[in-house]
């Protein structure tokens, strides 16, 4: 707790720092400070000398003098000069923003200088890129084209496979009808003989010769009708063999027609991609060349020449 406060009469300048008449200060509980003759204390500890921690250098304190001689026009021999301060500060400031200004001017005049040829650089990587972009654009084209005849074949070669699994199918099933009809004739032929056989015996037991008079002649007219049916499941056996050949041929030759048919579409739409990305290497070229003929053109009115003076 402060129980006074005195500063009436206290100087301050630049070259002597702090300046007071004696008893000038502060006094607290126990504590007094004394601007001439610092800190003191009045307290009484036992085992304590509070006099040993009085600080009694106020030269200490005391603030020396700052060398203002930096700033041109500054008067430091009686104190601050505000109005010579104000007057250096603006001068500095004036000197930076002239320096400041100067430099703007050095980078505006070089990018000034450098734009014809940035711009010219834009348009050749801009001419490369068309080139490149027309180029990617050619190369998706090939591969569609190329995945489009690939796929073509694979689909022709399949149907090819499954025709030809028909194919075999159909003469498995021709020769199992003509088997049946074979086998049928061979059925005809037994039962011939089992008719003349039994022809024979009838004779035989009646005392008649079995191969001679009416005996004989039923015998021949059975061999002549079985035989007739014979040919007939003969012909039969035949025809299916013929007509499974003829399908199963039929169906490879469609296979092949179609895998034909098939290609030739694959290949022309695969030449159509090719030629759509011909089409887009020429554009982008053509493009690509205006574009670096642009950037010429406004190169050579926008350069200047760094050989000619001024």
């Known amino acids: 707790m402060f129980e006074g406060l005195n500063f009436s009469g206290v100087d301050y300048s630049l070259s002597g720092g702090f300046s007071a008449p004696s008893g000038l200060g502060f006094n607290a509980s126990n504590i007094t400070y004394d601007l001439n003759s610092g800190f003191g204390s009045t307290a009484s500890l036992s085992g304590i000398d509070a006099s040993a921690y009085a600080f009694t250098d106020p030269s200490a304190y005391k603030i020396g003098s700052f060398d203002y001689s930096i700033f041109s026009g500054l008067d430091t021999s009686s104190g601050f000069d505000w109005a010579s301060i104000i007057n250096a500060g603006s001068k ?17 005049t070089g990018l000034n200088a450098a734009a014809p040829y940035l711009q010219l650089a834009s348009s ?69 003989e089992r008719t003349n056989a039994a022809v024979r015996a009838r004779a035989a037991a009646n005392g008649v010769v079995y191969n001679e008079g009416s005996a004989a002649s039923v015998q021949l007219a059975n061999v002549g009708a079985t035989y007739r049916d014979v ?20 169906m490879i030759l469609a296979s092949k027609e179609q895998a034909e048919l098939t290609m030739s579409a694959a290949e022309a739409q695969a030449s159509q991609m090719r030629l759509a990305g011909q089409f887009a290497v020429d554009s982008g070229g053509l493009l690509s060349n205006a574009t670096l003929l642009q950037g ?14 001024g």
């Open 92 to 108: 500095f400031l004036t000197t930076a923003g002239d320096y400041a200004s100067t430099g703007f001017n050095a980078l505006q």
């Open 124 to 192: 050749i990587t801009a001419a490369g890129a068309q080139k490149t972009a027309a180029i990617y654009q050619q190369g998706l084209y090939e591969v569609q084209a190329i995945d489009t005849l690939r796929l073509a074949q694979i689909r022709t070669d399949q149907d090819q496979k499954y025709a030809a699994i028909q194919a075999g199918r159909k003469l498995l099933s021709a020769e199992r009808q003509a088997l049946n009809y074979t086998i049928q004739g061979n059925t005809l032929l037994r039962g011939m």
């Open 231 to 250: 040919g007939m499941s003969n012909l039969n056996a035949l025809t299916a063999r013929i007509l499974g050949f003829e399908d199963a041929g039929a």
């Open 296 to 309: 010429g053109m406004n190169f050579a009115q926008t350069v200047k020449n760094p050989f000619t003076p």
